[in-house]
């Protein structure tokens, strides 16, 4: 048989509609992020179809197994987070194997968090929210999208932190989006959730922001720079940047993640989509993470890093 000449795989590549599988439910920040690549990445791939696909359900696991499962022609994938490497060491068993059933296609973006409360929460300021949450612990219910998830690894951290006796109250949704409707609504107190779908919330007055979660102030944004670190309010230590990253069924022919690594990059050059993500408070990745190697090593020191935080929380999912 003729050796399938390199590049043979590309040249048609896509032959087809591309999937872009969010493992959350719609319009919360994985799917904002998915839906601003999914737009960006239509020129560099050929005036491609790309749709998105909204596949929940424990913590971005469901999602992420339905592509390692999918046929590796480079017509599937998968936008994902953080989760990738948090639930790595929180389920006892996962479907796939987190560094060995994906091609890593190359990383897209970094994005800080924010602490809300409900507009029912008695407290405008961290301090005071702080000084309610130590009196009222277990009452209080805090809303993640699933364990593993970015809002749950968030809240888990947080708890740790605050060394809190009375853990909260979690209630569990298929993402940030719903959450964020009882979050408003007051059926929920609290949430630690990405800027990505906080920031317009905040700004409407629908919630209150009072802490983000990375090491520094976000001093190049006009609405997030105002409201302190974590680390600020006597947290030591404490910093979260949640990441996201493009992923493709292992078996995928290099050419073809090659052609879609090489429109990443474009995408992420492009002003609009840097623009756009700005505006969410997210930075577009520039270093080696672009790259499959450097995406793949870096979630691999994630996974290792999360590992040691969920041990010390010594919470898993079954
Ligand atoms: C979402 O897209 O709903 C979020 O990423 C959920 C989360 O990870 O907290």
New binding site residues.
Partial sequence: TAAVSAGAFAQGFPSKPITIV????A???????ARQLAEALRAPLGDATIVVENA?GA??TIGASKVARATPDGHTLLVW???MAATAGLYRKLPYKPLEDFEYVGMINDVPMTLLGSPKVPANTYRDFEAYIRANGGKVNLA???L???????GLMWQSAMKLDKSLTAIA???????MNDLIGGQVDLM???T??TTSQIEAGRVKGYAVTTAKRLDSHKLLKDYPTLQEMGLKDFNLT?WHGLYAPKGTPADVTKKINDALKVALKDPKFIKGQEMLGAVVVTDNRVNPEGHKAFVADQITKLKTVIDAAGQYAD
């Fill in positions: 969010v493992p959350f439910a319009g919360g920040p994985t799917d904002t992020v929940a913590g971005g987070h953080i989760g993640h999208a699933g593993g998830s970015a809002s749950h690894l968030c949704y298929r993402g940030t989006a719903p959450a630690c959730d990405q990505t779908n949640i």
